[in-house]
């Protein structure tokens, strides 16, 4: 199994920036792609960005692109999420995942964090 620890979220004005942190821990070899996602109440959740945990190859949702930046640190094992320029819209509960797959779906990632809550005022 995976552990997995977020961190990070919390209230910003418009325009202003987070980084959010996930620690992971535990069968840490499997893992092929780290992913954070983020939910609104009443919608499905939805990924925003994922990197490659050995190729550091990132992928990123449309919405995000230019403002937010995936990272990761194999050393400490940790994966980061750089936000800038945040808008009212990025208001949501931010999870991160990890997948034994390259993929960006959300039923190819099998372990996930208890979420951290993001939002921002206009």
């Known amino acids: 199994q995976v552990q997995l620890v977020e961190s990070g979220g919390g209230l910003v004005q418009a325009g202003g920036s987070l980084r959010l942190s996930c620690a992971a821990s535990?069968?840490?070899?499997?893992?092929?792609?780290m992913a954070w996602f983020r939910q609104v109440p009443g919608k499905e959740r939805e990924f925003v960005a994922r990197?490659?945990?050995?190729?550091?190859?990132?992928y990123y949702v449309d919405s995000v692109k230019g403002r937010f930046t995936i990272s990761r640190d194999n050393a400490k094992n940790t994966v980061y999420l750089q936000m800038n320029s945040l808008k009212p819209e990025d208001t949501a509960v931010y999870y991160c995942?990890?997948?034994?797959?390259?993929?960006?779906?959300?039923?190819?990632?099998?372990?996930w964090g208890q979420g951290t809550q993001v939002t921002v005022s206009s």
């Open positions: 995942a990890t997948s034994p797959r390259p993929s960006s779906r959300l039923d190819q990632y099998d372990y």
């Open positions: 535990g069968r840490t070899f499997s893992i092929y792609a």
């Open positions: 990197v490659g945990w050995n190729n550091g190859v990132t």
